[in-house]
């Protein structure tokens, strides 16, 4: 059985819910629900979308 190894405080990816997120381009506001969105920093978020979806 291996030791356990305290890896300290880190912001970890975990899955989370659908998102929906929002644009106002030209006076035209957009709604998009997503579904990959995982936690990279405190203060940052990481939004994997492409066009065909």
């Known amino acids: 059985m291996a030791n356990k190894v305290n890896l300290g405080s880190k912001p970890a990816l975990y899955p989370t819910p659908v998102t929906v997120i929002g644009a106002d381009v030209n006076g035209k506001v ?7 969105i995982g936690i990279v920093s405190h203060d940052r978020v990481l939004v994997s979308m492409a066009k065909p979806h």
């Open 30 to 36: 957009n709604w998009m629900e997503l579904s990959h």
